[in-house]
């Protein structure tokens, strides 16, 4: 969401933005053939200039805003690696909209720096989340405001806390918790 559109994801290949600027929420855009297996993640920097769409094979795919045309357009595209037979799930971008955040399902999370100008963009960092997370789902993953934290919530009710600046986990919150849920406490809302 940003503040004057919404973008929706569904299983279907079509991403729509929504204009919230009236009262009607009209469609103003619908990105046809955004991914072909359809579409399960999408998220927005806090800028509102950048977004990431993840589909379910595994492909993200990344979106900037155009400067006149004020609709979405392809900026590039991040293969899954079907070889590994692991997928990208989770994804959430940080507030400049440079560094996409990503879960897969072995429970593991991937930093790419997505201003890059290299084709594929540039992984930059792979999380691990130790025993306890390896090979669960990561449901969830967030950035805090400042960029300082990245947090992941997996399948297993257990959520890592990852230091961005020395790329150690510094917290590993295990249990019955409710991985979205822990988030709001972690980072509070935006």
């Not at 969401?1 to 079509?14: C, D």
């Not at 919230?20 to 920097?45: K, L, M, P, W, Y």
Request: glycine share 8%.
């Amino acid at each position: 969401m940003t503040p004057k559109s919404l973008l929706t994801a569904s299983g279907a290949s079509v991403l729509k933005v929504f204009d919230t600027t009236n009262q009607s929420f009209s469609e103003s855009q619908a990105i046809v053939d955004a991914h072909r297996s359809g579409c399960h993640h999408i998220c927005t920097s806090a800028d509102s200039k950048v977004a990431a769409s993840a589909a379910f094979d595994g492909e993200i795919k990344i979106w900037h805003m155009g400067e006149t045309s004020g609709q979405w357009v392809l900026h590039t595209t991040i293969e899954n690696d079907a070889a590994k037979g692991v997928s990208m799930w989770a994804i959430a971008l940080n507030a400049a909209g440079q560094y996409l955040v990503a879960t897969t399902t072995d429970g593991k999370v991937a930093v790419w720096d997505v201003v890059t100008k290299d084709t594929p963009p540039k992984m930059i960092r792979y999380y691990e989340t130790g025993s306890a997370g390896n090979g669960t789902l990561g449901m969830a993953v967030d950035l805090s405001k400042d960029g300082l934290w990245t947090a992941s919530g997996h399948q297993n009710g257990t959520v890592y806390v990852f230091n961005n600046q020395t790329t150690r986990l510094v917290y590993s919150l295990t249990g019955k918790y409710c991985p979205i849920c822990l988030f709001f406490l972690i980072f509070g809302s935006y």
